[in-house]
């Protein structure tokens, strides 16, 4: 079962064609990321800034393409909008490659993105965005911006409005794990790697918290987290 939950996550182009338009619209309203003056506008819900919508995707926490696991962590629709984040496509390729996290916090109810390797810090987002037009600050010289400017973001969230957390909470626990064995360098990773206790206490509250049906997968997890804290 471990196997099968630890699959990269990536998209089906036939229900991408089908779907992917009412699916990107209902997270709009859900997150109220769309402008009333500006239609063809979408906000990111990393960068707080208004795209043209094609440059802002519908990201899927679990993916098309994994969709068989979504009874394993209590919801049944892959399609559902609490499965779903509205986030600069630039962010989104990072995240089906592992190579950056959504981590919510069980006490402040935030959900914080993490770089996990540190080539990724300094590597500018693409297409390329300028600081000064989104409104960051960063290094003298630097005009283009880089993971290190989202890096320890959170998600911008309307009051009690969450996605999946349980589906978020599955995909860090897996990255942070393959981190550890992967060649190149991760101490940007590595700092901010929760200890089995932290991930013993999201897995429970988020069991409880998660907008989501009772399941023993999700169950058990929590029961291992516990386990391997007591050794």
Known sequence: MAAALRTVPESTASDRDCNQRI???????????????????????????????????????????????????????????????????????????????????????????????DYLMDTELKPQLKRSVIGVKGKKGKKAMTYRDVHLRCLLLPNLVFPFRRALLRHARDAYELMEGNRKSHDVGTGTAPSEEEWCVMFEKCSKESDCESCDWYENMSTASVDSGSD
């Open 23 to 117: 699916f990107k619209e209902a997270l709009r309203i859900r997150y109220g990321c769309n402008d009333p003056n500006n239609p063809d506008t979408t906000k990111c819900m990393i960068l707080g800034f208004f795209f043209s919508t094609d440059q802002v995707v519908a990201a899927h926490l679990v993916s098309l393409k994994e969709r068989h696991i979504t009874p394993l962590l209590g919801f049944k629709n892959v399609w559902d909008n609490r499965n779903g984040i509205l986030v600069h496509k630039a962010l989104e390729a990072h995240y089906g490659s592992l190579e950056l996290v959504y981590v919510p916090n069980p006490h402040t109810h935030e959900i914080q993105l993490r770089v996990l390797y």
